[in-house]
């Protein structure tokens, strides 16, 4: 049956006409995908958002047909006529509408397209430089294969909406003007017309708004909450950006393990028609850095990194001894196994990506025709020898790097390795890993406080409002760095799709947090956070939430590598839109009205 639409100018879409329809009348609208004239008889494929069907025109209807002569791809027209079944030996199989073609005696050309800035064929556009397709981004989304990954989207949100609407949730909209907290990611500032020399924030997350939701007695609070960061740019991070943002009062952290499992079991049922299994795996903060060398660790290959500090605490190889014998100092390893072929160049920048994380080179062990080959080998005793080769169980063909540093720092340089040896292996096919295979992950356990020596002072690992494990609250006062905090990401094959924790509602205990352990002073406690204090001081309930990427969920989803691909008009990595040519200049009388003098800027600066 045919959709029915309303006051549309269509019986169909050009998706649906089928064998059933023969001898039928439908009229069809949409872009000429391609025109064929072959002597005499012109055949235009016309495409809309759900496919291509087939239009013939013949000689006999003479205007209709001295018409379609002029067509161009890409032109709006709208078709009527009598559905017809193809030619024995013409059906197209790999078209739902294959079968059939709509023998045209009308038509009205709505719109003939100009000379295209470049193709919309999926192959050839994706090779045409991005900034041009940003620029005319209406035409890129125009592609078949875009126009699937907007619908995707659409999905996945609404199975969002559609799940949490089951749970009794209520969709609350929170403010996008919000006040400057500048303890966070660099804000977007917006001035204030009506209060002089005052501004905004564009809200980094509607974090102190949902707190104030449950204070409110919402209880179930979400929303497709637009964020904003003025971050450097990259493939998965926007200046403005969309969260799955939810809270819930009465609740602890097992309450939100389910339901955001249940939740994504959901989405990924209604998009891909897959299940996936819950409950999901958990992994203690500390066991992920150990292992995986990330918070956020992508287990869908092995390459594990192996402890070997007490190892070399009395190794004549005075590198390492150094470390291992160092506060907080750890002698990692990794066997990318497989890479032994590696070249020069490949090995270079993987020292310069361990550079970049603060290590003074990368020290390696190949094994290649039953003998071992490295610069640090005459170092290593046969007992450490031995112990590597056990504990890492090397072959000929593996590799060996070693990080010996800071615990955290060896495990960031081995982490970064380990990615980027996957790489390397993928691309020699020795390693395998299925665009299907999803690996979901709970990370826990979490440090509430960091201390950041350049800063003098304790930094939460999250966010200030989380709340410490209560058995670990009393040391607050005695040593931080080991309290832990009710702090939860999950994780899917290397991607943090999102956080959240159990937050402070005993307003003594988060001003405590504020003034003793992070050493924020009063009086921009006061500024900052006072409203929220005081909330807290009338009947502020137990409650926790949690934020997901929806853009980076939707990536995974449809397997495509940056998140511009799914934002329907992104940005640059320069935070600009091409297609409307923002950011842009503003009036002098603009800036009057806000009371902003600007100060000119240079070309090379620019």
């Known amino acids: 049956m045919p959709i029915q639409f309303v006051k549309m100018k269509r019986t169909h879409t050009c998706n649906q006409l089928r064998a059933s329809d023969i001898g039928s009348q439908a009229t069809l609208i949409g872009w000429v995908n391609s025109v064929r004239d072959h ?54 199989e790999s078209l739902a509408t294959g079968e059939v073609e709509l023998d045209c005696t009308k038509m009205t050309i709505h719109n003939i397209c100009d000379v295209l800035p470049f193709p919309l064929d999926d192959d050839k556009a994706d090779k045409v430089n991005e900034d041009l397709r940003l620029q005319y981004r209406y035409l ?62 564009l809200n980094q997350s509607p974090q102190q708004y949902k707190q104030m939701l449950m204070v409110a007695g919402i209880e179930r609070y979400y929303q497709l909450a637009k964020c904003f960061r003025d971050e450097d740019l990259r493939a998965d991070r926007q200046p403005e950006f969309t969260q799955i943002d939810i809270e819930l009062s009465f609740v602890e952290r097992e309450d939100m393990y389910s339901l955001i499992e249940n939740m994504l079991k959901k989405v990924w049922k209604d998009t891909l028609g897959m299940d996936i ?73 993987l020292e310069d990506f361990a550079r970049t994380l603060g290590a003074k080179g990368l020290a390696f062990i190949k094994a290649e025709n039953g003998a071992w080959k490295s610069p640090i080998l005459k170092f290593l005793s046969q007992a450490e020898q031995d112990e590597l080769k056990k504990r890492l169980n090397i072959e000929d063909g593996d590799i060996v790097f070693f990080a010996a540093s ?65 058995e670990d609250i009393p040391l607050l006062d005695t040593n931080p760095t080991v309290v832990r905090g009710q702090h939860y990401d999950i994780v899917l094959n290397g991607v943090e799709l999102g956080g959240g924790s159990i937050r402070i509602h005993n307003p003594a205990l988060q001003e405590k947090v504020f003034k003793d352990v992070l050493k924020i002073p009063a009086d921009v406690v006061e500024s900052r956070f006072g409203y929220m204090l005081k909330a807290f001081k009338f009947g502020a309930p137990p409650h926790g939430g949690i934020a997901l990427g929806l853009d980076r969920l939707v990536s995974i989803l449809t397997n495509r590598p940056s998140i511009r691909d799914i934002i329907a008009f992104p940005k640059t990595q320069k935070g600009q839109d091409l297609m409307a040519q923002s950011p842009c200049p503003v009036t002098e009388k603009q800036l009057k009205d806000l009371f902003i003098s600007v100060n000119e800027v240079d070309a090379a600066a620019k």
């Open 406 to 470: 800071k615990w955290e720092q060896a495990c960031a340089i081995l982490g970064r390795i380990r990615l980027e040896a996957a790489k390397l292996l993928t691309a020699r096919g020795k390693l395998d890993i299925p665009a299907d295979d999803f690996r979901f992950l709970w990370v826990v356990d979490f440090p509430l406080m960091t201390y950041d020596e350049e800063a003098g002072r304790y930094v939460s690992t999250h966010h200030p409002f989380t709340s410490p494990v209560e």
């Open 39 to 92: 002597g005499g008889v012109i055949f235009v494929d016309l495409r809309d958002r759900d496919g291509i069907t087939q239009v013939v025109f013949h000689p006999e209807n003479a205007d209709v047909y001295a018409a379609a002569q002029k067509l161009r791809d890409e032109s709006v027209i709208q078709v009527g006529g009598e559905v017809r079944k193809r030619e024995e030996g013409t059906v197209n």
């Open 140 to 201: 890129d989304l125009r592609r078949p294969r875009n126009i699937k990954l907007m619908r995707m989207r659409h999905k996945a949100a609404k199975a969002v909406r559609d799940y949490l609407d089951s749970q009794d949730f209520t969709e609350v909209e929170t403010p996008v003007l919000f006040k400057s907290t500048p303890e966070g990611a660099r804000e977007f500032l917006v001035p204030s017309r009506l209060n002089p020399g005052q501004f905004y924030a």
């Open 277 to 349: 299994k819950t409950p999901f795996l958990r992994m203690p903060f500390r066991e992920a850095m150990d292992k995986y060398g990330v918070d956020k660790p992508d287990m869908r290959f092995e390459m594990l990194i192996e402890d070997f500090t007490e190892t070399f605490k009395e190794s004549s190889f005075k590198v390492f001894a150094s470390v291992a014998n160092s506060q907080d100092g750890a002698v990692k390893a990794i066997n990318a196994k497989g890479l032994a072929d590696i070249t020069q160049g490949e090995l270079k920048n």
